[in-house]
Antibody, heavy 119, light 113 residues
């Protein structure tokens, strides 16, 4: 059974940093392309970015609102995906979902972790 | 970036009746080399993460009831629930995975009338 379990969310002040983790199991993480999707309270879904598998080049793509502030990385030895978020803004407040996303198509979602950016 | 729009924003449907949701992309998501439309539909129930329903515009994900169907090509797509059940009350999102950033539509809320 595929499982994606996010952690690391919480309350942070504007301008602060936070690192989210996603522990993956039930599939071959090394082969998977992974992404983060967020959802602000009461709003729709917003794609944040993705990282390809090492075999796929290991490259990353980001949405414009987070480019230069957020970094996606992976540790295949730990089956873990990361989202490093710097220079956080109030508009980054959202539930952040870890997803398995082959070429952009999301077939599995985690339960999400809430990030609140507020002074 | 490809902009996704959906209509209506919300709709009320009686049990057993048909629900139709439309999705439009600002540019074609049909990849001519393989004739596939890079368009997916997701269902999100309150307090839950989204769930994949349909991909390649019309292929149902495993385990999805056959009352859900997707159609369309190019820039115009439709999700149809042929006979609405109580458990189908949710918000439905379309998403293009043709090119990064892989944008979502704003969502359509389906309620019981």
């Amino acid at each position: 059974e595929v499982q994606l379990v996010e952690s690391g969310g919480g309350l942070v002040k504007p301008g602060g940093s936070l690192r989210l983790s996603c522990a993956a199991s039930g599939f071959t993480f090394t082969d998977a392309w992974m992404s983060w999707v967020r959802q602000a309270p009461g709003k729709g879904l917003e794609w944040v970015g993705r990282i390809k598998s090492k075999a796929g080049g290991g490259t990353t793509d980001y949405a414009a609102p987070v480019k230069g502030r957020f970094t996606i990385s992976r540790d295949d030895s730990k089956n873990t995906l990361y989202l490093q978020m710097n220079s956080l803004k109030t508009e980054d407040t959202a539930v952040y979902y870890c997803t398995r996303a082959a070429a952009g198509l999301v077939d599995y979602w985690g339960q999400g972790t809430l990030v609140t950016v507020s002074s | 970036d490809i902009v996704m729009t959906q209509s209506p924003d919300s709709l009320g449907v009686s049990l057993g009746e048909r629900a139709t949701i439309n999705c439009k992309s600002s540019q074609s998501v049909l990849y001519s080399s393989n004739n596939n439309n890079y368009l997916a539909w997701y269902q999100q129930k309150p307090g839950q993460p989204p769930k994949l329903l349909i991909y390649w515009a019309s292929t149902r994900e495993s385990g999805v009831p056959d009352r859900f169907s997707g159609s369309g090509s190019g820039t115009d797509f439709t999700l149809t629930i042929s006979s609405l059940q109580a458990e189908d009350v949710a918000v439905y999102y379309c998403q293009q995975y043709y090119s990064s950033p892989f944008t979502f539509g704003p969502g359509t809320k389906v309620d019981l009338k």
